[in-house]
Each structure stands twice: as structure tokens, then as C-alpha cells.
């Protein structure tokens, strides 16, 4: 199972530095496009770094993930946090029938998630729960990888090392399907007790801006920005994230 065993090594193998990003990111998003309430759900939390941060912001933070493995994780760096956290298995295309309407003024879904969906229909179904769990006047925020950077610069294989810990990558691009897979093989132990290895499969798919927007606005939400990752800048034909800004409307025939 995806991020099963690799919960618990997934922070110190430097994912961790992504949701630090984010954190710093997101504060800059909320200057540009705020909010008013602070109720947060974020969408595919893993380790709940992003939620823990927000949590000492003074948010109301709420995490899904779909990996029992990785919400232990998150539970226990939360599990010290001054403000009211929940915590729920389940799959990001079924929010409508795991989180009640008309609850958060804030929806996060980060590190390329939305790409793990890889039918359309599977990203409409994971929009629309959004447009209803957001309070009106919510705002959802969203990363998601480009076709260029699946395709040119995620590399076809990678290595890397941590104390404890070894991790190899090998990637291949179908540009068919504009479909990403990545097998994931890690190592855990050391030198002289020996390791213990498991794989994983990671699949991630690429979708056209237009497509993605045309989802969006589908769904119910109204765009207020579509950014270079990490910038306040158009996407350009070689932009390797972008990040998606949407709002829910106050009146539903806005």
C-alpha cells in the first residue's frame, strides 16, 4: 500500500522541507486572497506538518489522508497542538460523504496530490466535495505538477541516503497518457543489523490548465489565481508546479 512503511521514514527523508515551503507560501496566498474564519481541513495531510503549523497560527485544523500509516504520524506530532485538531481516513474523492457541508473557511491539498488522481472524473468528484465542504466565501488553495515537469524534469532514477535509511527512484513517463510512475524502493536499518526493504507504486498524472479550471469552475468555485509554484507569477511552458486559488461564492448565482 502507498505510504504504508514509508510513513515513518517519510519526514527525515527530506519530505518533510516541502510542507515548510508550503507553510511559508500559504501565508503569502492568505495575504493576497484572505479569509475570515479559521477552519482549516487540509486534503491528503500525510505526516500533518503543514496542519501542526497552521495549528500554532491559531487555525482549527482538520486532516484526510487516505493512509492509517501516515495519520499515526500526524496524530502524534499534533498531539501537543493548543488548538482543535481532527483527523479522518478516507479517500479525497468521497469528502461529501465523510465531512459535513458548510464547514471550512480554508481547504488546502498539497505536494501535487490532485495528480495521484488520475481519471478526470476522480478530480471533478474531489472538487465538487471541496465546493461543499468550503463555508461560503472559503477558499480552497492547491498544488498540482505539470506535464513538463513529469516529463522532462522528474528524473528516471534517483538515489538517496539518511541515516537509516536508503532510498532509490525509478521513474517513467508515459506521454500517451501524460501518466507519471514512479517505483519507490526503500531500505531501513543499518549497517550492521541489516535492512529491511520495502517498494511502493507512485502514479501521478498530468493535466491541461484548461482542463483543470473548466473542473474547477464545474465544481462551483470561482478562480482567483493560477501561479507558478511558490511565486505570484503566470505559468509559463516550462513552470513546473502551479498553484491553484479558488473561492467559493458567497451567493450560489454569483
Not at 482549527?60 to 486532516?63: D, L, P, Q, R
Not at 465544481?219 to 470561482?222: C, D, F, H, I, Y
Given at each position: 500500500?502507498t505510504y504504508n512503511?514509508?510513513?515513518a521514514?517519510y519526514?527525515g527523508?527530506?519530505q518533510?522541507r516541502?510542507?515548510l515551503l508550503?507553510a511559508?507560501?500559504l ?6 486572497h ?11 495531510c500525510g505526516?500533518g506538518?503543514?496542519?501542526?503549523i497552521l495549528?500554532?497560527?491559531?487555525w482549527?485544523?482538520?486532516?484526510l489522508?487516505?493512509?492509517a500509516a501516515?495519520?499515526a ?8 497542538v ?7 481516513q478516507?479517500?479525497?474523492?468521497d ?5 459535513p ?9 498539497t ?7 488520475i481519471?478526470s ?7 465538487r466535495?471541496?465546493?461543499?465542504v ?5 477558499l480552497?488553495?492547491?498544488?498540482m505538477?505539470t506535464?513538463h515537469f513529469?516529463a522532462?524534469?522528474w528524473g528516471?532514477c534517483?538515489f538517496?541516503e539518511?541515516?537509516s535509511y536508503?532510498q ?6 508515459d ?11 526503500g531500505?531501513?536499518g ?6 529491511e526493504?520495502?517498494?511502493?507504486l ?7 490548465l ?8 464545474a465544481?462551483?468555485?470561482?478562480i482567483?489565481?493560477?501561479y507558478d ?6 505559468p509559463?511552458t516550462t513552470?513546473q508546479r502551479?498553484c ?7 451567493c450560489?448565482n454569483c
Open positions: 500500500m512503511r514509508y510513513a521514514v519526514d527523508s527530506g518533510i516541502f510542507a508550503t511559508i507560501y501565508e503569502e496566498v492568505l495575504q493576497r484572505p479569509v475570515s474564519g479559521r477552519r482549516v481541513l487540509d486534503i491528503a505526516t506538518t503543514l496542519l501542526a495549528a500554532e497560527r491559531g482549527e485544523v482538520t486532516g489522508d487516505a493512509s501516515m495519520l504520524q500526524a496524530a502524534a506530532k499534533l498531539a501537543a493548543p488548538t482543535r485538531v481532527e483527523l479522518w478516507g479517500d479525497m474523492r469528502l461529501a460523504g465523510l465531512l457541508a458548510n464547514t471550512f473557511d480554508l481547504v488546502t491539498c505536494y501535487d496530490s490532485l495528480n495521484y488522481l481519471g472524473n476522480d478530480l471533478a468528484a474531489c472538487l466535495g471541496v465546493a461543499r468550503l463555508r461560503a466565501g472559503g480552497f488553495v492547491a498544488d505538477n506535464r513529469l522532462y524534469d528516471e534517483a538517496s539518511q541515516p536508503i532509490v527512484e525509478r521513474t517513467f513517463f506521454p500517451s497518457g501524460d501518466v507519471s510512475t514512479m517505483w519507490l524502493t531500505f531501513i543499518n549497517d550492521h543489523e541489516g535492512y526493504r520495502f517498494d511502493e507512485h502514479i501521478e498524472r498530468a493535466y491541461p484548461e482542463l483543470v479550471a473548466a473542473l474547477i469552475e465544481a462551483g468555485l470561482q482567483e489565481g493560477c509554484g511558490f511565486t505570484f507569477q503566470p509559463t513552470t502551479i491553484w486559488v479558488a473561492r467559493k461564492p458567497l450560489q
